[in-house]
């Protein structure tokens, strides 16, 4: 099983509309991050946590929001989609503080916002 | 604020020896990745620096310089399969934030 799996793969929404996008991991690590990216940026932390209840905002968080219920999973809400929210959207975990283990991401979601 | 450079583009020959530089401005510097992201995957993890120096792993090494605010990753033995982005991530914060450059784009020809 791989350690991290996103849900859906692709997506396509219109604008205005409630869009949550779902990670999962099998790990039981502590740290959960989602991430976009997008062609001429590197890869931007929109919201990240730091155990179950517990997250924070990243440097590209307006119009976003997360919810971490169980350790095992980490929800990322667009409240009211936007045409500039296409991208594709990586989650990650890691056990701790950075190391020679890295992170680890799951293989995206590709959001189209029409 | 954070700061990567690296290049966007590079072109390297199968079973040649290719050198990815990395630049960056930083405060609070802990440590630094490279991963290396084929096209519509996954970024996946290549190595991790936090001393001075080089680190080898196989056919790639990453090397840190943190006086320099300097990095390279070096592919041996290139392959087909190796074409790929590879990105310069800088570690800050106590440890979890990352910083991510916008990648190397590297096509291996024969």
């Known amino acids: 099983d791989a350690g991290i799996t996103q849900s859906p793969r692709h997506k396509v929404t219109e604008t205005g509309t409630p869009v949550t996008l779902r990670c999962h991991q099998t790990e039981n690590h502590r740290y959960m991050y989602w991430y976009r990216q997008d062609p001429g940026h590197g890869l931007r932390l929109i919201h990240y946590s730091y155990g179950v209840k517990d997250t924070d905002k990243g440097e590209v968080s307006d119009g976003y929001s997360v919810s971490r219920s169980k350790t095992e999973d980490f929800l990322l809400t667009l409240e009211s989609a936007t045409s500039s929210q296409t991208s594709v959207y990586f989650c990650?975990?890691?056990?701790?503080?950075?190391?020679?283990?890295?992170?680890?991401f799951g293989s995206g979601t590709r959001l189209t916002v029409v | 604020g954070q700061n990567i450079d690296q290049p966007t583009e590079m072109t390297a020959t199968e079973g040649a020896i290719v050198q990815i530089n990395c630049t960056y401005q930083t405060s609070g510097f802990n440590g630094l990745f490279w991963y290396q992201q084929h096209a519509g995957e996954a970024p996946t993890f290549l190595s991790y620096?936090?001393?001075?120096g080089l680190e080898e792993k196989g056919r790639f090494s990453s090397f840190l310089s943190r006086s320099k605010g300097y990095s390279y990753l070096l592919l041996k033995e290139l392959q087909m399969k190796d074409s790929a982005s590879y990105l310069c991530?800088?570690?800050?914060?106590?440890?979890?934030?990352?910083?991510f450059g916008t990648g190397t784009q590297l096509k291996v020809e024969l």
């Open positions: 991530v800088t570690i800050t914060g106590g440890g979890n934030k990352l910083t």
């Open positions: 990650a975990n890691s056990p701790g503080t950075a190391s020679n283990y890295g992170y680890t």
């Open positions: 620096n936090v001393l001075d």
